[in-house]
């Protein structure tokens, strides 16, 4: 049974940073990619970045390059998104998945998929 889990996420100030991981279990952790989305009220879930099973790959969002960065570390099975220089745009539930072939930035080739964690960024 794969199970993933979200945490991390709260209410941040604008420009301030938050650190959102994803705790899975179930399979080989190190042998799947994974991917972060998010979903805005009255938006639909949108691709956030991804990282290789290896952790050598990584693809952004262009409206959060630069300001996000994803790493994983296989030895603890465990993602993270970290979240510099928060606008309130950013604010969203932000959910982690994983896919067993390949890196994608497309929400309908992956997966499994956690509950989400909000963020919420004020102005």
């Known amino acids: 049974q794969v199970h993933v889990v979200e945490s991390g996420g709260g209410l941040v100030q604008a420009g301030g940073s938050l650190r959102l991981s994803c705790a899975a279990s179930?399979?080989?952790?190190?042998?799947?990619?994974m991917g972060w989305f998010r979903q805005a009220p009255g938006k639909d879930r949108e691709f956030v970045g991804a990282?290789?099973?290896?952790?050598?790959?990584?693809y952004y969002a262009d409206s959060v390059k630069g300001r996000f960065t994803i790493s994983r570390d296989n030895s603890k099975n465990v993602v993270y998104l970290q979240m510099n220089s928060l606008k309130p745009e950013d604010t969203a539930v932000y959910y982690c998945?994983?896919?067993?072939?390949?890196?994608?930035?497309?929400?309908?080739?992956?997966?499994?998929w956690g509950q989400g964690t909000q963020v919420t960024v004020s102005s």
């Open positions: 179930g399979w080989i952790f190190s042998s799947y990619d």
């Open positions: 998945a994983v896919r067993k072939v390949g890196v994608s930035t497309r929400e309908d080739e992956y997966d499994y």
């Open positions: 990282i290789s099973r290896s952790g050598g790959i990584t």
